[in-house]
């Protein structure tokens, strides 16, 4: 969609709303149709499409129903419909069992990009309400997004992740979830009760390893940045958590503890020493742009890392490889 259709439809559809309004509803939908489908292109492509159908329809709103509830039902019915012609969505620990370097021969093949979850920046999805000063909001927020939670959502059908969502992570009412998906009361609580059960925690449920993103925070960041930029893995593994794990789709496999993970920095991934990296964030965490010499004098994107953190510690290590798009997303440079 062009800049200036997005424009008049916004106007056509959402005059009433100031441009902040406008813009907050915008990032709310695109993290609701983000954790419908795993990605945040499709998620933006969803809510053009809302923004559409809501355009077409705007004659059938009558206001027996918030203009926010029947945007959501609209949002949810294209996300179903996305759903109906795509496979799920994982992550690497979904495939296999952790890899042992010892063992590794070479890195396997990638796999298309359509196969895997991929971070959104929090720029997309953060609102008022989410970067307010509630601590619990925040922490709610930011672990309703986490790569984790966004990949146990792809396992459930869509009907139950839409549902879960609603009620678990928008707080939307059991009348209200349900006049969204077209069905009853009963229906809708016997599918958020399914979905509750298959998913491994309750969404955005903090849990005791929630980082808060204080000051700590800050200094172990500090502290890997340096020491990624110097390439000094003894270092960075003394940073990591004894079971951290490390991913980096497109490839399938992962990597579980600071011994294989320092193992592989230093045996397949050593061409990364001389990098150089960029701050952003996204999923509710830090998240670093990877840059890696490009044998002219510069540095290419390389990998989009989102970093987590337990404490004093890195607990996860997700680097998205070859994936420049991410790079623009996430308002990177195309080179440095």
Request: charge should be negative; charged fraction near 20%; aromatic fraction near 8%.
């Amino acid at each position: 969609m062009k800049a200036a259709e997005a424009s008049a439809i916004a106007e056509s559809v959402f005059g009433d709303l100031d441009r902040a309004d406008y813009e907050a509803l915008t990032r709310e939908l695109t993290g609701y149709c983000y954790r419908m489908l795993g990605s945040p292109f499709d998620a933006e492509d969803a809510v053009q499409e809302t923004m559409i159908r809501a355009w077409r329809r705007q004659d059938g709103f009558e206001g027996r129903s918030t203009l926010r509830s029947w945007v959501y039902r609209i949002a949810t019915n294209v996300c179903i419909d996305m759903l109906r012609s795509r496979s799920r969505r994982v992550v690497p620990m979904d495939l296999q069992s952790p890899t042992s370097v010892a063992n590794l021969r070479h890195v396997p093949a990638p796999t298309p990009e359509h196969s895997w979850v991929l971070p959104v920046p929090d720029a997309w999805t953060t609102t008022a309400s989410t970067a307010d000063d509630d601590p619990v909001k925040r922490v709610v927020a930011q672990e309703s997004v986490r790569l984790a939670f966004i990949a146990a959502l792809q396992r459930l059908t869509p009907r139950q992740r839409a549902v879960l969502i609603l009620r678990d992570v928008l707080q939307f009412s059991a009348a209200e979830s349900a006049e969204l998906l077209g069905t009853t009361v009963a229906s809708a609580n016997s599918a958020l009760q399914r979905a509750r059960v298959a998913m491994p925690g309750q969404a955005g449920e903090p849990d005791d390893s929630t980082s808060t993103g204080g000051g700590a925070d800050r200094e172990l960041l500090d502290a890997y940045v340096a020491a990624f930029e110097a390439y000094d893995v003894v270092r960075l593994t003394t940073l990591l958590r004894d079971d951290a794990i490390q991913s980096m789709p497109p490839f399938p496999m992962w990597l579980r503890g600071p011994a294989d993970i320092g193992q592989f920095m230093l045996g397949p991934g050593a061409e990364c020493r001389g990098s150089r990296l960029l701050r952003t964030a996204g999923n509710g965490c830090a998240a670093f742009g990877q840059y890696r010499h490009d044998g002219n004098g510069g540095h290419k994107p390389w990998a989009l890392q989102v970093i987590e953190t337990d404490g004093p510690l890195i607990s996860s290590l997700h680097c998205f490889v070859l994936m420049p798009e991410l790079f623009t997303a996430f308002g990177l440079p195309a080179k440095l």
